[in-house]
């Protein structure tokens, strides 16, 4: 999807259709495997799991992406606030074990 959303951006003189129609394209060409990957992925890790897999696998990709392909920096920000989101993983898969108060 990363290249599908913005592999453009470096060809902004193109026509939008044509963009769209090619970022649809090789976004179906995602959407064969990603779906099919959802269905067997969700007998081992609930829907949140497998969301939360997704996203920091996408920001992973999104930053070797957008320094190698579009060449635009990194900047500490960038990483501070993607560091926030993987630590988001830790809540998602931790098993809590909650206890109630008894009266």
């Given amino acids: 999807m990363t290249i599908a959303w913005y592999g453009h951006l ?10 769209i129609v090619i970022s ?3 976004a179906f060409a995602e959407y064969c495997f990603q779906v099919p990957a959802n269905r067997i992925g969700h007998y081992q890790f ?3 799991q497998l ?3 997704q996203e920091v696998i996408t920001l992973v990709v999104f930053c070797v992406f957008s320094v190698l392909y ?3 920096e990194l900047r500490w920000n960038y990483v501070v606030g993607f560091l926030f ?14 206890k109630c108060l008894e009266t």
């Avoid at 989101?85 to 909650?98: C, E, P, T």
């Fill in 85 to 98: 989101i993987v630590g988001a993983v830790f809540f998602v898969f931790k098993k809590w074990q909650v």
């Fill in 70 to 72: 579009l060449k635009e």
């Fill in 51 to 53: 969301k939360t897999i």
């Fill in 10 to 19: 470096k060809f902004k003189e193109s026509p939008l259709f044509q963009v």
């Fill in 46 to 48: 609930t829907a949140a």
């Fill in 24 to 26: 649809w394209l090789i």
